[in-house]
């Protein structure tokens, strides 16, 4: 079963809008990461937070986790057509165990 | 470094055909994997490898099985391959240690099953 739920699951913004997408999980998590997807191509990591952080910057994403309720959301400011893909979070939910969860994914599109 | 590669990226296959997707990185990390994406579905974890010589089940390992060939090298084999197979096949790999790292991910192959 999908451990994180991200919402909404597509979204459309002009060029220069800022995109926000959330993620909710089920379970204690050590770390929770976001990776974007363009279109046909592999996954590509953009920024982990760990379980004791609670917001998180690098260039124009900022993530925040929020461990009461299971929840993280990452903001792209300033946006591009480039930053047109598909977002995943994933978590990290036992040291060792060495398994991400991956979301069902938000679907963003910016009209240029 | 070319980081993680598979081959082969297209694949079409008839019901009851045999095939094996290969995936290798140079990465020398310690932990590989095997993931299928469908539409709608996200990612799910077949297989992962969390050192040379070990192997455990993910979230769909039925119908598949896999080969840590050593460090660099992850096979995932179809023995008899099903329409409900028909997916994108990501291979991917991540160091491991002390702290949490991202994985690496392959470019994809896409198989379809008819």
């Known amino acids: 079963s999908q451990q994180g739920e991200e919402d909404p699951q597509a979204l459309s913004i002009q060029e220069g809008e800022n995109a926000t997408m959330n993620c909710s999980y089920k379970?204690?998590?050590?770390?929770l990461q976001w990776y974007r997807q363009n279109s046909g191509r592999g996954l590509v990591h953009l920024i982990l937070?760990?379980?004791?952080?609670r917001e998180k910057h690098s260039g124009r994403l900022r993530v925040t986790l929020d461990t009461s309720k299971k929840s993280s959301s990452l903001l792209i400011t300033a946006s591009r057509a480039a930053d047109t893909a598909s977002y995943f979070c994933?978590?990290?939910?036992?040291?060792?165990?060495?398994?991400?969860?991956f979301g069902t994914g938000t679907r963003l599109t910016i009209i240029p | 470094n070319a980081g993680v590669t598979q081959t082969p990226k297209f694949q079409v296959l008839k019901t009851g055909q045999s095939m094996t997707l290969q995936c290798a990185q140079d990465?020398?990390?310690?932990?590989m994997y095997w993931y299928r994406q469908d539409p709608g579905m996200g990612l799910r974890l077949i297989y992962y490898?969390?050192?040379?010589?070990?192997?455990d089940k993910g979230e769909v390992p039925n119908g598949y099985n896999v080969s840590r060939l050593n460090k660099r090298e992850f096979s995932l084999r179809l023995e008899s391959a099903a329409p409900s197979q028909t997916s994108v096949y990501f291979c991917?790999?991540?160091?491991?240690?002390?702290?949490?790292?991202?994985?690496?991910f392959g470019p994809g192959t896409r198989l379809t099953v008819t």
């Open positions: 937070i760990r379980s004791n952080e």
């Open positions: 990465m020398n990390h310690n932990s």
């Open positions: 994933a978590t990290d939910a036992n040291f060792g165990n060495e398994k991400l969860t």
């Open positions: 490898s969390a050192s040379e010589g070990t192997t």
């Open positions: 379970t204690s998590i050590n770390n």
């Open positions: 991917a790999s991540r160091k491991t240690g002390l702290i949490f790292y991202e994985q690496y």
